[in-house]
């Protein structure tokens, strides 16, 4: 099984820059993210899907980082986490590698470290109602009360970098004249000159090695290894 956009004649013209698991996740987020926080803004029997919405964001997560070691040449970390040299050379207009560039790499772990810290936070909060996360018995009621408030403060960065990634992506159409959308749908861009060069790796191993960490990472997160605590004991009857 190929995971990347096959080769072809009509394909010469073509770079292929983004996978299918990389474009899948990458939408899948995009809809998860939105359905959460409708979800949490409604509340009440909502709830119940937030927390689903949670177990399937942190599937998500576990498996782009596991891709990101994995995964296909733009997909991988050390294709565009570089050092200050890189952002200087990026902030100057002198980069010129293909998917993320070195400045976009810390949109890209922003965004991720704080989708991160939200789900972890939404597993110990709850919302003093009748909702709790799916691992609220591990921590006090108080560290429970502390992480829902963090969740929340939280909530306000990730709508933060959002606006920032989505201001980012309009400012590369609207002046760089670069379309940064349409790469992330079909996968491919129009090729600049013959030195760029297709994507490469990712193949249906490692996709299956990334699936498998995701699912035990959302398994682990709904709490089912956690041993039921016994019943109370039954009271004792009045004596008369």
Request: charge should be positive.
């Amino acid at each position: 099984m190929c995971l990347a956009v096959p080769g072809g004649a009509e394909w010469q013209n073509r770079v292929r820059i983004w996978d299918l698991p990389t474009r899948v996740f990458h939408w899948s987020l995009v809809a998860l993210v939105a359905a959460a926080f409708v979800s949490g803004t409604i509340g009440g029997n909502a709830m119940v899907w937030h927390g689903r919405f949670g177990l399937a964001i942190i599937g998500l997560l576990a498996f782009r980082i596991v891709w990101g070691f994995a995964g296909s040449t733009y997909a991988r970390f050390t294709q565009f986490v570089r050092g200050p040299a890189a952002i200087r050379a990026t902030l100057r207009g002198n980069w010129p590698g293909l998917g993320h560039n070195p400045l976009g790499a810390l949109s890209v772990l922003g965004l991720l470290a704080v989708l991160v810290a939200q789900v972890a936070s939404g597993l110990f909060g709850n919302d003093d109602i009748a909702f709790n996360g799916y691992l609220y018995n591990l921590v006090s009621k108080e560290a429970s009360d502390k992480l829902t408030a963090l969740h929340k403060l939280n909530a306000w960065l990730v709508g933060a970098l959002i606006a920032l990634h989505l201001s980012a992506i309009a400012f590369y159409v609207r002046v760089k004249k670069e379309d940064l959308l349409r790469p992330m749908l079909r996968g491919w861009k129009e090729r600049g000159d013959q030195s760029e060069e297709s994507l490469a790796g990712g193949g249906f191993v490692a996709f299956l090695v990334a699936l498998a960490i995701a699912l035990a990472a959302a398994w682990f997160a709904t709490g089912a290894w956690i041993p039921v605590p016994p019943p109370p004991p039954p009271s004792a009857a009045p004596a008369f």
